[in-house]
């Protein structure tokens, strides 16, 4: 039961520009830094932003993410065909006596 | 370098206490502000986060499943051990530990996970 809301699906063509969004509530992505996972098919998320809109040493400036009120977004920027995975967002929530949640997943397909 | 290897049993039975093994090497909970996490995910299924111990022995757990989580570190300080009683086949799930980045809540280092099925 996923706090946080993703689109299922997002595609585009070698080289395009894909958004992903991140809908939360002022518990979570409201209060805290959002986070976001790609999950490549078999293998284990990998951190691909932190703070926000920050990248871990080794990923790539074409990868941005940014946050406004209770939303947030992961844009990839000339996209590859290696960048076909699951994307996942997170926050810590504020709610109940705290917890970490992570979004619905978006799979993202290069056509 | 940071890597972080789970271990534990593949099977289990509905009813019984699943316990599992994070051994972790690169960084030490000797350091202030060290954090090491469990989180699960079904087969085809989203993430979902279970657990947090700090290097002060803080702990953070999931609500929902507090009653049935422990997670430990050893006194030698390279692994930490979840343990999750009164199994169900719901829990069947790839369980992962990862380290927290330090003042953040965001895992940089995660393991290659371990399937736990439960069936009898």
């Known amino acids: 039961q996923s706090v946080l809301i993703q689109p299922p699906t997002a595609s585009g063509t070698p080289g395009q520009r894909v958004a992903i969004s991140c809908s939360g509530s002022?518990?979570?992505?409201?209060?805290?830094?959002v986070s976001w996972y790609r999950q490549l098919p078999g293998a284990a998320p990998k951190l691909l932003m932190y703070?926000?809109?920050q990248r871990p040493s080794g990923v790539p400036d074409r990868f941005s993410g940014s946050k406004s009120g209770t939303s947030a977004s992961l844009a990839i920027g000339g996209l590859q065909s290696e960048d076909e995975a699951d994307y996942y967002c997170a926050a810590w929530d504020d709610s109940l006596n705290g917890l970490y949640v992570f979004g619905t997943g978006t799979k993202v397909t290069v056509l | 370098q940071i890597t972080l290897k789970e271990s534990g049993p593949t099977l289990v039975k509905p009813t019984q206490t699943l316990t599992l093994t994070c051994t972790f090497s690169g960084f030490s909970f000797r350091t202030s502000g060290v954090a090491v996490g469990w989180i699960r995910q079904p087969p085809g299924k989203a993430l979902e986060w279970l657990a947090l111990?700090?290097?002060?022995?803080?702990?953070r757990y999931r609500p929902s499943l507090k009653s049935r989580l422990t997670i430990t570190k050893d006194t030698s300080k390279i692994q930490v051990v979840l343990t999750m009683t009164n199994m169900d086949p719901v829990d069947t799930a790839t369980y992962y530990c990862?380290?927290?980045?330090?003042?953040?809540?965001?895992?940089?280092?995660w393991g290659q996970g371990t399937l736990v099925t439960v069936s009898s």
């Open positions: 111990i700090y290097w002060d022995d803080d702990k």
């Open positions: 703070s926000n809109n």
């Open positions: 002022n518990s979570n992505i409201g209060s805290n830094t």
């Open positions: 990862a380290h927290r980045r330090t003042s953040h809540w965001t895992f940089d280092y």
